[in-house]
């Protein structure tokens, strides 16, 4: 978030917890379908899955700005993912 001065709190990071991760309505995997193979668990729910293909900027270059700037297409990629599934939560509502 420092394109727009935002500091976010440093959050420690958890081990991964299948029956909390099961609970949950919905699971969006992120990976680099091209460059990470096998990272994402095998015992997630498939029916709440849904599996995202989004570059990885560390994989993908060693140049920051490079990293950078596709950092910038991925964040409005998810954006739009996000805004895709807009009509099947409303859906849900009605």
């Not at 394109?3 to 029956?19: F, G, H, K």
Request: charged share 30%; hydrophobic share 35%; with cysteine.
């Amino acid at each position: 978030m420092k394109e727009i001065i935002l500091d976010l709190p440093t959050v420690e990071a958890r081990s991964y917890n299948p029956q909390e991760v099961g609970d949950a309505d919905l699971i969006i995997a992120l990976h680099d379908g091209e460059l990470e193979d096998g990272d994402i668990p095998s015992d997630l729910p498939s029916q709440k899955l849904l599996r995202w293909n989004i570059r990885n900027p560390e994989l993908r270059t060693n140049d920051s700005t490079e990293q950078w700037a596709l950092y910038q297409e991925i964040c409005d990629e998810i954006a739009m993912n996000i805004k895709d599934m807009e009509p099947y939560f409303r859906a849900d509502y009605v």
